[in-house]
């Protein structure tokens, strides 16, 4: 878990972002349609903070090291379980 904490108007940005579901100031929940993309691409090489910029999110905010976390959690899950691996099954 990243120890940064987001400023309000960071916070602020990010939620304008398409691929975010939520945003607090210790964390991201971003959409499943993110998730997906991110791994097609990843499939085809782009490094994760390249993904990450083409997808609108600025790195100095959210730090790489959360970026890097994000996509190897993602990339265990899809191994897992496929495309249910990439679901937020939280409850809202």
């Known amino acids: 878990m990243s120890k940064?904490?987001?400023?309000?108007?960071?916070i602020k940005q990010l939620s304008t972002?398409?691929?975010v579901k939520a945003v607090s100031s210790k964390g991201i929940t971003?959409?499943?349609e993110f998730k997906r993309y991110f791994i097609d691409e990843n499939e085809k090489g782009k490094l994760p903070r390249e993904i990450f910029e083409k997808s609108g999110?600025?790195?100095d905010i959210i730090g790489?090291?959360?970026v890097e976390s994000s996509g190897k959690r993602w990339r265990a899950a899809h191994r897992e379980n496929g495309l249910l691996g990439l679901r937020d099954t939280r409850s809202e």
């Open 4 to 10: 940064k904490i987001f400023t309000e108007k960071e």
């Open 17 to 19: 972002n398409k691929y």
């Open 30 to 32: 971003y959409t499943d």
């Open 57 to 59: 999110f600025d790195i």
């Open 64 to 66: 790489m090291k959360r």
